[in-house]
């Protein structure tokens, strides 16, 4: 890796969302990736990106206790190898279905530990790391606004990490910019058997290139920071 090279990180950018980020971003940015998973099962894909830019990869698995020193000593050896991170976006989450009244310590745990517990000690190692003028971006939800009745918990994390993007702003201004978007459904399946698209103004679902240009829009516009970005297609108000 050359000196000073400029890249972009994705946290969680290995699967489904991620991975469609990855696609889009390879076209004009190195890319540094994330996975909860060893990378040795995705080496045909990796191999395929790296025909289109270069492409680093990293192990920061939530269940791991190491995972503090892990994120560490990984973006320290980033800035040993001359990479210059711009731009940094945590994807990584899960969406586990958990009606009130089932909920229990451990159920409870995982899903904070994954939506809300891992992105917050993500942006706490990637702000201070980033380059001057860079940009630190969190992926929320929708349900920020209107929480999911099966999805509580999940959606009490994302509007935790919502809570976080003001906060993290004021701390890492004026050199770095947080960034928030809450997203409606970006990566539709080839069915919408619940009609999502028709509870929208736009009539429409979203997709990963809906989200891949609010994210670049964020990561291009310096006097953006601390606010969230709403990707719904107008569903709040439908």
Same mark, same amino acid.
């Given at each position: 890796?050359?000196?000073?090279?400029?890249?972009?990180?994705?946290?969680?950018?290995?699967?489904?969302?991620?991975?469609?980020?990855?696609?889009?971003?390879?076209?004009?940015?190195?890319?540094?990736?994330?996975?909860?998973?060893?990378?040795?099962?995705?080496?045909?894909?990796?191999?395929?990106?790296?025909?289109?830019?270069?492409?680093?990869?990293?192990?920061?698995?939530?269940?791991?206790?190491?995972?503090?020193?892990?994120?560490?000593?990984?973006?320290?050896?980033?800035?040993?190898?001359?990479?210059?991170?711009?731009?940094?976006?945590?994807?990584?989450?899960?969406?586990?279905?958990?009606?009130?009244?089932?909920?229990?310590?451990?159920?409870?745990?995982?899903?904070?530990?994954?939506?809300?517990?891992?992105?917050? @000690? +993500?942006?706490?190692?990637?702000?201070? %790391?980033? =380059?001057? #003028?860079?940009? *630190?971006?969190?992926?929320? &939800?929708?349900?920020?606004?209107?929480?999911?009745?099966?999805?509580?918990?999940?959606?009490?994390?994302?509007?935790?990490?919502?809570?976080?993007?003001?906060?993290?702003?004021?701390? @890492? +201004?004026?050199?770095?910019?947080?960034? %928030?978007? =809450?997203? #409606?459904?970006? *990566?539709?399946?080839?069915? &919408?058997?619940?009609?999502?698209?028709?509870?929208?103004?736009?009539?429409?679902?979203?997709?990963?290139?809906?989200?891949?240009?609010?994210?670049?829009?964020?990561?291009?516009?310096?006097?953006?920071?601390?606010?969230?970005?709403?990707?719904?297609?107008? #569903?709040?108000?439908?």
């Amino acid at each position: 890796m050359e000196e000073k090279e400029s890249w972009w990180i994705l946290v969680g950018g290995r699967s489904r969302l991620g991975r469609a980020l990855a696609e889009s971003f390879a076209q004009d940015r190195k890319l540094v990736l994330t996975s909860s998973k060893p990378w040795n099962e995705e080496s045909r894909w990796l191999e395929s990106l790296s025909k289109r830019t270069r492409v680093q990869t990293f192990q920061w698995n939530a269940d791991d206790p190491e995972l503090v020193p892990t994120m560490m000593a990984d973006m320290k050896s980033l800035g040993d190898a001359g990479v210059r991170l711009e731009n940094a976006v945590i994807v990584a989450g899960t969406f586990p279905e958990s009606p009130f009244g089932e909920w229990t310590p451990s159920s409870l745990e995982a899903t904070w530990r994954m939506n809300l517990s891992f992105p917050l @000690l +993500a942006a706490q190692t990637l702000g201070p %790391g980033l =380059a001057a #003028g860079g940009c *630190l971006q969190l992926l929320l &939800d929708t349900a920020i606004h209107k929480p999911f009745a099966k999805h509580m918990p999940y959606s009490i994390a994302k509007a935790g990490l919502a809570a976080l993007i003001p906060g993290l702003a004021k701390a @890492l +201004a004026p050199r770095v910019r947080v960034v %928030g978007h =809450a997203i #409606g459904t970006a *990566l539709p399946n080839s069915s &919408d058997p619940f009609n999502l698209a028709d509870r929208t103004l736009l009539k429409r679902l979203g997709t990963p290139e809906d989200l891949a240009r609010a994210i670049r829009y964020a990561a291009a516009s310096p006097y953006l920071t601390g606010d969230i970005l709403t990707l719904d297609g107008g #569903g709040r108000w439908a």
